[in-house]
Structures are given as C-alpha cells and as structure tokens.
C-alpha cells in the first residue's frame, strides 16, 4: 500500500453493502460500488 492510502476492512464493506441496499439499491448495485471504490484512481473532474 502507498503513503496515504487506506483500506476498508471486511466488517466496513458489509455495513457499506447493508446500508446501501437500505437505501434501495440492489445488490448489483452495491457490488459494482465496491468494485469502484477498490478500484479508484483520480479522475480529472468533469463540469457540467
């Protein structure tokens, strides 16, 4: 891991997975979130 970095543990994951599906998203949905957060790189900001 680099300088800087952090990373969520199991228990974080499966609470951010419950409290998404709480909040109406399937389970698809939850686990493409997961695979985005873990997966993250900075992006350039796109303006509206």
Do not use: Q, V
């Not at 399937?26 to 992006?43: L, N």
């Amino acid at each position: 891991m680099m300088e800087g970095e952090s990373s969520m543990t199991a228990t974080e994951t499966s609470r951010l997975i419950d409290w998404l599906m709480e909040h109406g998203h399937s389970a698809e949905e939850a686990t493409e979130c997961i695979k985005y957060i873990a997966d993250y790189k900075a992006r350039p900001k796109t303006s509206k």
